[in-house]
T-cell receptor, first 115, second 114 residues
């Protein structure tokens, strides 16, 4: 049973650069979520996909952020023109359908550091 | 809106001590409740869940009971171990148009010492 996989684990970049993260969900899960976690805080919801459709986006997701899930499998999260405030852990989770209480399984996250 | 409030940490205990981490919530609907655990450098792992009032979730010696009357979901363990040292997050889920985004508390760090 492979879990949710995220790459890279760490990303260090200069302010103003673009970055892209990848998430591979558990294979039979058709729901995929992105969360952002800053130091000392709980994760905050960013966006959610069911298959390839992006069904919900948080107000936290500014115009510089874009997420895709083109074939309903893996997903990418891109941040353009990064800012200091983007430094955080970006977590991906996936779940099955079949009722609203299917647990979300999280990956180990991508830690982004903006210099 | 929906929110989760957890007791502030860190909570420092000796091995074999009794653990309680308080969690209360506010919600516009009827939520499901979860506890997740995060070990250093890792993502979140589901610890236990409860989907309706008076349900008790349990796993690995941890328990939490869904109390609708007090809007609480306190985490307990009778005898903690050093390996339980981690950050614990309480979370709620309310269905929104078929989605199920989680709302988390700020987390409570637990340190267990020999």
């Amino acid at each position: 049973d492979t879990g949710v996989s995220q790459n890279p684990r760490h990303k260090i970049t200069k302010r103003g650069q673009n970055v892209t993260f990848r998430c591979d969900p558990i294979s039979e899960h058709n729901r995929l979520y992105w969360y952002r976690q800053t130091l000392g805080q709980g994760p905050e919801f960013l966006t959610y996909f069911q298959n390839e459709a992006q069904l919900e986006k948080s107000r936290l997701l500014s115009d510089r952020f874009s997420a895709e899930r083109p074939k309903g499998s893996f997903s990418t999260l891109e941040i353009q023109r990064t800012e200091q405030g983007d430094s955080a852990m970006y977590l991906c989770a996936s779940s099955a359908t079949g009722g609203g209480n299917q647990p979300q399984h999280f990956g180990d996250g991508t830690r982004l550091s903006i210099l | 809106g929906n929110s989760v409030t957890q007791m502030e940490g860190p909570v420092t205990l000796s091995e074999e001590a009794f653990l309680t981490i308080n969690c209360t919530y506010t919600a516009t609907g009827y939520p499901s409740l979860f506890w997740y655990v995060q070990y250093p450098g890792e993502g979140l792992q589901l610890l236990l869940k409860a989907t309706k009032a008076d349900d008790k979730g349990s796993n690995k010696g941890f328990e939490a009971t869904y109390r609708k009357e007090t809007t609480s979901f306190h985490l307990e363990k009778g005898s903690v171990q050093v390996s339980d040292s981690a950050v614990y997050f309480c979370a709620l889920l309310i269905l929104t148009g078929g989605g199920n985004k989680l709302t988390f508390g700020t987390g409570t760090q637990l340190k267990v010492e020999l």
